[in-house]
């Protein structure tokens, strides 16, 4: 979560910086390293199977009772992806202000694998292709006859406030690809957290800032 804050205070266009979360200890946490703790997240949102349009919702709703108005964009970092580059956020936000007719902007890779070479048990307990219109023999097929897919990966999304409060939706039907093309870690498990380590995360400009954070507070 640090991580996540202090990228947002490195980035210039960024002008505001929030953490939505329902626990005590996590927004003690977030206001040590800068960020605005403006409202609480009620517990019924903060479910594992709570989605991103309601905190988002939550979150503006928020802002907005406070009298200052909704801001055009959120820049969403979220805490998994911790190693950013502040420049690469930059042109994602510049991406979304140069396309009119995007609804928003969305951080993906490239998959590693090809998923239409995937499998999946149908309700009789066989083998079959998640992918309409696919046979279970064509996923013998060549990878390159199929097409590549994006994965989702949070490193940066830039979201339009406006369509999220007026359709509940986050990405809507034009959302922007924005490619990262480094390697991108999202950590999901200890074992990512070692992988964390060995991207070596102390090397990192936000690492550095982080440091020199610490060292004012104590």
Known sequence: MAYSIM???MCSRISRVIVSTDSEKYAKIAKQYGAEIPFLRPKELSGSESQDIEYLNHALTCIN???RGVPEYIVLLRPTTPIRNIEIMNRAIDSIQDNKYA???VSVHYADECPHKWMKLNSNGYLESPFPGMKPDDVNLPRQ????LLIPNGYVDVLKSELILETKCVYGD?????LIEQNVIDID????LDKTVQANICRTDIYRELCKNNNSTK
């Open 7 to 9: 990228a947002a205070h």
């Open 65 to 67: 009772e406070e009298g």
């Open 103 to 105: 609804s928003a902007v």
């Open 145 to 148: 006859l199929f097409e590549r």
């Open 174 to 178: 034009n959302a922007l690809p924005f």
């Open 189 to 192: 498990s200890e074992a990512d």
